[in-house]
């Protein structure tokens, strides 16, 4: 990934989680959920395990497109609000301990 770019950030209190909204360009190819959630952890210096990238979207022939992800407070935010197909899109980048609990 060339470039990522925060558009938003809107603090969800109830969730424990920051939402984040932005603007990401490709080498090539659209962004990797991986490379997209390394690129925002060291961008906002939170741990890796804590960012969930909910969407990519990219138009067709375009290497702009826009992302929506969350970083959530700790893991088990994580395990409490999201669903067990999102933890498991993003299980390269969690603790072995989530991973094994919402094996469904």
Known sequence: MKQLEILSKNE??????TKISGKIVAEGVTSSRK?????LAKNL???VETVIV??????????MGTF??????SNDSIKKF?????????????PA???GEDNE
């Open 45 to 47: 210096k939170v741990p």
């Open 82 to 94: 999201e669903n067990s197909y999102v933890i498991k899109r993003h299980k390269h980048l969690m």
């Open 68 to 73: 929506e992800a969350y970083i959530y407070d």
């Open 54 to 63: 909910k969407k990519i979207k990219t138009s067709y022939g375009s290497t």
């Open 97 to 99: 301990k989530i991973e």
């Open 12 to 17: 969800e209190k109830s969730f424990n989680r």
């Open 35 to 39: 490379a997209v959630c390394e690129a």
